[in-house]
Nanobody, 123 residues
Framework: QVQLVESGGGLVQAGGSLRLSCAAS????????MGWFRQAPGKEREFVGF????????YYTDSVKGRFTISRDNAKNTVYLQMNSVKPEDTGVYYC????????????????WGQGTQVTVSS
């Protein structure tokens, strides 16, 4: 069992930066690939990116490539989403998810979900 808690959301101006954290419980955190997702008001939840359990592979959706970076610290059971050059369309609730299979993260169906943290980008 893995429990996930996101933090770091808030209000940021367009062009600014924000770093989200996702703290995981459980001793098996390092064996899970971790993903980030977001959901804008009135829209479906969207895949943002993932990082493999071994930290040697990352993958991002096109709209955030070059602006967002996912990293993880297995010693702290934490995964991060560094958001740079944010845009108003990045606004939404951001969720982290965990699954042993990265492809499942791309399909937006991780085994475990966090509760989400709100990110609002003002223009």
């Amino acid at each position: 069992q893995v429990q996930l808690v996101e933090s770091g959301g808030g209000l940021v101006q367009a062009g600014g930066s924000l770093r989200l954290s996702c703290a995981a419980s459980g001793r098996t955190f390092s064996s899970y690939a971790m993903g980030w997702f977001r959901q804008a008001p009135g829209k479906e939840r969207e895949f943002v990116g993932f990082i493999s359990w071994s930290d040697d592979e990352t993958y991002y959706t096109d709209s955030v490539k070059g602006r967002f970076t996912i990293s993880r610290d297995n010693a702290k059971n934490t995964v991060y989403l560094q958001m740079n050059s944010v845009k108003p369309e990045d606004t939404g609730v951001y969720y982290c998810g965990a699954d042993r299979t990265p492809g499942v993260l791309v399909g937006k169906a991780p085994q475990f979900w966090g509760q989400g943290t709100q990110v609002t980008v003002s223009s």
